[in-house]
């Protein structure tokens, strides 16, 4: 079963523009949400993460939003930067990193 | 810090032979290393988890007997796979936890079976 859902398999995006990258999910236990990137041919990279405690965490040119009564977090990219280009995974785990899912990832493509 | 290596990055076997992938934490101790498995355009999906010195939980649908994972010591895991056939081509990625909510993935291993 598919406990993270990213329905968008693919998103293109001007460079300078923003990037807004949605995941979803159905598990209610899931209590800790990570976005991962990665480039073809290698192991995802972690990006940024956000406790379900919180609605929003920022780093950079980087948010996560989290809307726990939606089910629902998004990854905000801003200024977007073809090197940004990469497949972004959502994931979601509870009580302990045991439980990892992950969605199916979403291509974005930045244009210069 | 908190690099994982994998070992090999890519391999082609002859179906039913067995295949050893490495997978190692390089500056940490990982309680807990994962497996995982993706096939081309679909999610990376979580194959077992092993903590050191104790027997590998898989996920339902993985076969144990096939895919045989050892957890050496607290930098090391391997994850074998035995009598390869076509179907197990994929691309095996290995993760190693520290006991917070990240892991941090090795590069991945493409194994190609023909």
């Known amino acids: 079963d598919q406990q993270v859902k990213q329905n968008s398999p693919s998103l293109s995006v001007q460079e300078g523009r923003i990037s807004i990258l949605n995941c979803d999910y159905t598990?209610?236990?899931?209590?800790?949400f990570l976005w991962y990137k990665k480039y073809p041919a290698e192991g995802p990279t972690f990006l940024i993460s956000?406790?379900?405690?919180?609605d929003k965490n920022e780093d950079g040119r980087f948010t996560v939003f989290l809307n726990k009564s939606a089910k629902h977090l998004s990854l905000h990219i801003v200024p977007s930067q073809p090197g940004d280009s990469a497949v972004y995974f959502c994931?979601?785990?509870?009580?302990?990193?045991?439980?990892?899912?992950f969605g199916a990832g979403t291509r974005l493509t930045v244009k210069p | 810090g908190a690099v994982v290596s994998q070992h090999p990055s890519w391999v082609i076997c002859k179906s039913g032979t067995s295949v050893k992938i490495e997978c190692r934490s390089l500056?940490?101790?990982?309680?807990?290393m994962f497996w995982y498995r993706q096939f081309p355009k679909q999610s990376l999906m979580l194959m077992a988890t092993?903590?050191?010195?104790?027997?590998?939980?898989?996920e339902q649908g993985v076969e144990k007997d096939k895919f045989l994972i050892n957890h050496a010591s607290l930098t090391l895991s391997t994850l074998t796979v035995t009598s390869a056939h076509p179907e197990d081509s994929s691309f095996y990625i290995c993760?190693?936890?520290?006991?917070?909510?990240?892991?941090?993935f090795g590069p991945g291993t493409r194994l190609t079976v023909t």
């Open positions: 993760s190693a936890g520290t006991g917070t909510h990240e892991q941090y």
């Open positions: 598990n209610s236990m899931f209590d800790y």
């Open positions: 956000i406790s379900s405690i919180k």
């Open positions: 994931a979601a785990s509870s009580g302990n990193n045991n439980d990892m899912r």
């Open positions: 500056d940490f101790q990982a309680t807990t």
């Open positions: 092993s903590n050191e010195g104790s027997k590998a939980t898989y």
